[in-house]
C-alpha cells in the first residue's frame, strides 16, 4: 500500500513541488562545502526576493512556529506592554507567546470567521502610548481568513511599535512587503503557499527589529532561539550556528527559485484564482463559507462550514478513506472543514478536486448537497474566455 492520501490537499503541509521532491534526493553534503555554502547563500538572496525585502532574512532549521517563537522571545520582554491582533487560532497563539514572556497584553479581536478592524488597532494604539511590540497574524490559515497586514503595518509604523508578522501562510500566495508596510519580523515557511518541505522557519528582520533585540535583555543569546546570534554567527561572520538541515535547504532553494521564475505577481493570482473557484464551487454545492465575506477569504485556504449533524472529524476521515484526498479539519475553531489551494495545489483542476471530493463525502453522509452544481461552479471559475466563432 502506498503510504499517504493520492492527493494533499491540506492547510499545509501541502503536496510538495516536483522540483522541490527531487531536490530532497539531493547528496547530503558538509555544510561548510564551498557549493553548499554559495547555494545557501543564493537561496537567502532569492528569500529576500520573495519577502520583497532589502533586509536581512535567515532560515532557522525547524518549522515556522520556530521562528515566530524565536521573533518574541528577541522582541518580548517581561513587565512590557504588548498589543496582540486576535482573529483565529494562530493570533491567540501569538497572544499567549507574549504573555509567556512576561509581557502585559491587551487583544484586539476579531470573530474567527472574520478580519479585525483596523481603526479598532489604531484606537488600542492611542489609548495605550506605551505599547511597544504588536503581533498579527497575515493569513489565518486555521480558519482560512487574512487581516490586513499593510494597514495594521502602517498604523504600527505611525506609533512607533514594532510589528511581528505571522506570514506563514501568506508568503508566495499573496502580496507581502514588509518594508513598505513597516512590518518589522515576518515569519514564514516553505511548506505552505511555496510548495515545499517542512523544517524551516524563513524570517525576514528590520534594522529596527535588530536595534530593539540588541537593546533588550531579554533576548536569548547563546541559544537555539536566538536571532542575534544567527546575526552575529553566520550573517556577520559566516559561521553556521548549527548544522542547518542540508536536504531541506537544498528543496527551499528548489522552490525559492522556482518561484521566482514564474514570479510574485503570477503566483499571487494563482492563488486568488483557486481560492476563487473553491469559494464558487463551496457555494455551488449548497455549503455556506465559513468566512464572513469573500474579502476576508483566504487565498491559500477555504472553510466551508458543515451542517450540524456532520463533524469536522468524520468528514475528513471520509474524504480521505474513501477518495484518497486529505484535507484539513476545523482546528477546533468551529465546525468547518479546510481545502487547502496553496503552492502545486493552487494549479490546474485541483480545487474542483477538493469542491468534489468533499461534496461526494457529504452525499454519502447523508448531507444533502449538489456536487454536479459544485463541480460546475467550481470549473466554470477556472475557465479561460469562451472561443468565438469556429465549429459547435
Ligand atoms: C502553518 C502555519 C503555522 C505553522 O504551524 P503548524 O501548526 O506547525 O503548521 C503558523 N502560522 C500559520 C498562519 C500557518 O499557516
Redo the contacts with the bound molecule.
Sequence with gaps: MRPGADFTLA???TTISPRALAALAHPVVSHYDPDFVDLYRRAEADLARLFCTGHDVLMMAG???LG?EAAVAGLARPGGHGLAVVSGM?GAFLADELRAHGMTVDEVRADFNDAVDVDRVEEALERHPDIELLTV??????SGTVNDAEQIGQVARRHDVTVIV?A??SLGGMPLRPDEWGLDICVA?P??CLGGPVGLALVSVSPRAWARMEANPAAPRNSYLSLLDHRDKWIRNGRFTCAPPVSDVYAAAAVFEEVLEEGLEARYERHARAAAACRAGITGLGLELWASSEDVAAP?VTAATLPDRVTPAEVVAHVRQQYGVMLSDGAGVGNFVRIGHMGETSRSMYPVLGVVALGQALLDLNVDVDVGAGAAAATAALAGPRRRGGPR
Excluded at 137 to 142: F, I, N, P, T
Design positions: 492547510s499545509g503541509p518549522e515556522a512556529v515566530l494562530y497574524v497575515h493569513c489565518e490559515s486555521a505571522d506563514v501562510a515557511g511548506q505552505k491559500a
